[in-house]
């Protein structure tokens, strides 16, 4: 294992601060039902340029009257069943970690996220089931942060794959190298009905191997294979800049492999590695998806973004693109500004136009570059540059898309305005997808959207975005404090309408050296 030389800013989401979305009051019960627009029609901003974009898109925060607060968390990993309930596993219900020497625990052992929640977004109700009750091999890991799942919708099985979290004994902190198994529709249901715990460790399966343990990467399936990409491996206690109590390792590989049948074992086995001294597969905690190379409309695995470059408080701006087990294509000319830590992704498919293209339309986050900041946030950025404190890359307001065309052309634009208020929302979740849109063929069977599905005009659900980290300032005002875990639900929809939005050449580069 290597020592940690330098990593700062991020490990995966872990002070929460008084704001109204991360105190509940979003969903409490004297909020109103109306729904808040958290993006409008654009302003008048004179970088806009008309119709680049083949899409409208609009988030609205969803308020609940007469409801309990939802739960503030973020880095979970998520499925949705059949109704359209979102199952919650894992995650913390801290904003960032903090960064405190020895002998303090940065990731605060009772903000672990213990139960498995079920939401219906539709009505704010929600269930949830402690996972303390469970043996001590469940529990561990099912309270983990930055932990990998996917959701296979033609078997309804959910794989848990690692995550980073506090061991059953609360000595110390580990990657946990398990497996966990269970169908969706069935645990949803004994959940809401109230199950025992013994009823639900009889719905889970459990395995163990050494190469599931990764936190920070993405766990997806492509042409019957599980890909684990990219992520670390972390144990013991997190510091920002050295120590003694503490192992860590980026894996810098694309591990893909198969189960056996009717187990949990692994078949077959094999990693993609780079030998490329720029080390572009030493990244975790990047937006890396599920959507389709615009060219053929094949399915693949699209990294973007990541963090960090082996000695640099920063991200990667490159993208790697995963067609197969092997020769990922690695696009080192192609330069992405904004979003570089993960955040919601939503994959919207335009394979009408003469040159079909990919767009990914990226919601808040943290990023290596920014456009929208109000005036208290830019003079909590200048005070905090000024200082040169290296608190990282900012919390970013701005909404903005990547767009790869057929044609091998690649664009980035910031959309016309930011997230409502300029909140800095987004960062540590991802993007949980409206499922119904396969079924009726207005998504391909990785869930994302196609613009031929749709009629001119016509508004479709594309799916939800649930907490995260929410920050007061792009960068703190006051070491270690001013992020919680928000509890805010949006629902995006997108409209097959024209929209403007702005070149990501007026985007300003975040650089700690600048005032």
Not at 91 to 104: I, K, S
Not at 461 to 489: F, Q, R, V
Request: proline share 6%.
């Amino acid at each position: 294992m290597k020592k940690l030389i330098l990593n700062h800013f991020l490990l995966f989401g872990a002070a929460c601060f008084a704001l109204a979305s991360c105190n509940g009051s979003s969903t409490s019960e004297s909020a109103d039902s109306s729904v808040q627009m958290l993006m409008q029609e654009p302003v008048a901003d004179p970088n806009i340029q008309p119709n680049v974009l083949p899409y409208t898109i609009e988030f609205e925060e969803q308020n609940f009257t007469n409801k309990p607060a939802l739960p503030g968390l973020q880095s979970y990993t998520s499925a949705v069943n059949k109704a359209g309930e979102i199952l919650v596993v894992g995650g913390r219900r801290q904003g960032l970690h903090t960064f405190m020497p020895a002998p303090e625990k940065n990731f605060i052992p009772d903000s672990a996220n213990n139960f498995l929640y079920i939401l219906d977004p539709s009505s704010g109700d929600f269930w949830k089931f402690d996972v303390n009750g469970l043996k001590s091999e469940l529990s561990e890991q099912l309270q983990s942060n930055n932990l990998q799942g996917y959701h296979d919708l033609e078997t309804d099985e959910m794989y848990v794959v690692g995550g980073y979290g506090w061991k059953a004994d609360g000595l110390d902190m580990k990657t946990f190298g398990s497996i966990i198994r269970f169908k969706v529709e069935a645990l949803t249901q004994a959940i809401k009905n109230g199950a025992s715990a013994s009823e639900i460790e009889g719905l889970m399966e459990y395995g163990k191997d050494d190469r599931f343990a990764v936190t920070g990467g993405e766990l997806a399936k492509l042409n019957g294979r599980f890909y684990l990409v990219f992520g670390q491996r972390f144990d013991g206690q997190y510091r920002a800049f050295g120590g003694t109590d503490f192992t860590q390792e980026y894996t810098e590989e694309i591990r893909v492999f198969t189960l056996k049948p009717g187990s949990l074992d692994i078949l077959s086995y094999g990693a993609s590695t780079s030998s490329d001294p720029d080390r572009p597969f030493h990244r975790r905690d990047g937006n890396i998806i599920e959507d389709v190379d615009p060219g053929t409309g094949t399915e693949r695995i699209t990294a973007l973004g990541g963090v960090f470059p082996p000695g640099i408080i920063g991200g990667y701006d490159y993208p790697i693109y995963i067609t197969g087990p092997q020769n990922p294509v690695v696009k080192k000319d192609i330069h992405q500004k904004f979003s570089q830590y993960e955040c919601p992704v939503i994959s919207i498919y335009d394979d009408e136009s003469p040159n079909k293209s990919i767009y990914s339309t990226m919601f808040g986050g943290i990023g290596l570059y920014y456009y929208s900041q109000d005036s208290t946030q830019k003079a909590i950025y200048n005070l905090a540059t000024k200082q040169g404190r290296n608190d990282g890359i900012p919390f970013v307001a701005d909404i903005s898309t990547f767009i790869e065309g057929a044609d091998g052309t690649y664009s980035e634009y910031i959309n016309a305005k930011p997230i409502q208020d300029n909140r800095l929302l987004g960062a540590s979740i991802t993007f949980i997808g409206n499922r119904a849109l396969i079924s009726n063929g207005k998504a391909t069977a990785n869930g994302v959207l196609k613009l031929s599905g749709l009629a001119a005009g016509e508004k479709v659900l594309a799916g939800y975005i649930l907490g995260g980290i929410e920050a007061a300032a792009p960068l703190p005002e006051t070491p270690n404090k001013g992020t919680c875990a928000s509890n805010s639900l949006f629902a995006v929809y997108v409209t097959k309408t024209p929209s403007g939005a702005i070149p990501s050449s007026f985007g300003i580069k975040a650089d700690p050296n600048t005032q």
